[in-house]
């Protein structure tokens, strides 16, 4: 599929006659807001993902979407920040690790055929960077280092209010680099499914603990992990050996990271941020000893500020940037 481009309207970011659209395409949820180019959030659409409806099912979804929203904001450009290896010059999807059929979709053509705009696609951790970078937790650092650990671990890298961008479709993937010569990468170690089997296996082995009453009461399956937090408050010590571990290994990851990238600041997002200082903190004081000498104690971490928010601001500062 291709889309010409030519006859498309050309509008500057200064003009306040529309405004612009973010789109977050993840693995459970799909979100699409209107806003500004300074990342204000003016509207918000936010809907579950069918996993089995696969591509075919989220397109529905923002097909239904999308023109109402574009036509009720005058909108002028979209911004897309999608949970996988995207090709940023085309707009096109590479590969998708949690749903089916977007291998190779010419998303950004899509979105220009169904709307008229122009449609610009990052991967969600670059637009997270992004957003931080300029409006949240980073913006008084350079560069800025992304670094979320969610359904999976993600990184992305902003130097001088830019993403920095490698050869497509190849950007900072922390969630895939090597931790052992067997193959196991980071999410393997500390990602939301990862920490999920790590609760699901420390209940069995202690089915009396307070991490098995917290489990119980208030955490379905697959979101084990939400039960951390509470425990922890309790002084539970199993939940006190899973957030150390995947702390450590979050760190590990990150020292490759701070040797080759070097960055003031490193940004932590993702749905295990949620847990807040008591991971962040330990994530902290692992760093250094992976770092050589010169470079400790490395990186400030600091927290996300924009949250949930993260990945839809950086789209719409994606779509002013680049429209």
Known sequence: ?????????????????????????????????????????????????????????????????????????????????YGGPVDWKTGRIVRSYHIEGWNAFPLGDWLTECTGLRAYVENDANTAALGEALYGAGRDSNPVLWMNAGSGVGGGLVVNGQIYHGAPPGEVELGHLRLTREGAITEDFASGWSVDRMVREAVANDPHGALAKVLGESCAKGAEARALAP???????????????????????LSHAVHLLHPETVVFGGGLALIGPPLSERIAASLPQWLMEPFRPGPEIRLAQLMEDAVLVGSLAVANSRL
């Open 1 to 81: 599929m291709t889309v010409d481009h030519s006859n498309l309207p050309k509008q500057s970011s200064s003009d306040n006659q529309g405004c612009l659209l973010g789109i977050e395409i993840g693995g459970t949820k799909l979100q699409i807001v209107a806003g500004t180019a300074t990342g204000q959030i003016l509207e918000r659409l936010r809907f579950q993902v069918n996993r089995a409806g696969g591509a075919e099912g989220i397109c529905k979804q923002l097909s239904s979407a999308l023109p109402g929203l574009a036509a009720k904001w005058q909108a002028t450009a979209i911004g897309v920040g």
């Open 231 to 253: 425990a922890l408050l309790q002084g539970d010590p199993a939940a006190e050996n899973i957030i150390n571990a995947v702390a450590d290994s979050l760190a590990y990851a």
